[in-house]
């Protein structure tokens, strides 16, 4: 599946290593322009070897890898923690993390204002249909 001895693509290794769910979501990240190597947008087919940095914006957070093993083909999770050496920054802490809009239990609809309200915090401004 490698062109060269000790390099692999960067969307299978990305996905073999488990920091996507499928292949086809860490091509999609690779066209969208989520991912670098060594500071460089990359496509898909991009060639990784060890020692090179990869950048992954996925899920709202971004992870910062240095390949320590390229591998093609998907493996455990224990050995896939040893293909890299994770340099990313912490995820925020759960406590940090509003818990936007939610109601009460049994409290009804939500009233017009408390609508707006709700609308306005999600960013979905003053959307009129005059």
């Not at 960067?10 to 322009?33: E, F, N, P, Q, Y």
């Amino acid at each position: 599946m490698t062109s060269q001895e000790g390099t692999a693509r960067v969307d299978s290794w990305i996905w073999s290593v488990r920091l996507v769910k499928t292949r086809s979501m860490a091509a999609a990240a690779c066209r969208a322009g989520h991912v670098r190597v060594n500071g460089d947008r990359v496509k898909p087919a991009q060639p990784v070897k060890a020692g090179d940095q990869v950048r992954l914006y996925h899920a709202g957070r971004e992870r910062i890898v240095v390949v320590s093993r390229p591998i093609s083909k998907r493996v455990g999770a224990a050995v896939a923690a040893e293909c890299f050496v994770d340099n990313s920054p912490p995820p925020p802490p759960r406590e940090e993390r509003a818990a936007i809009g939610l109601r009460d239990r049994g409290a009804g609809r939500p009233t017009k204002r408390d609508r707006r309200e709700l609308d306005r915090l999600y960013g979905r401004g003053a959307e009129t249909s005059r």
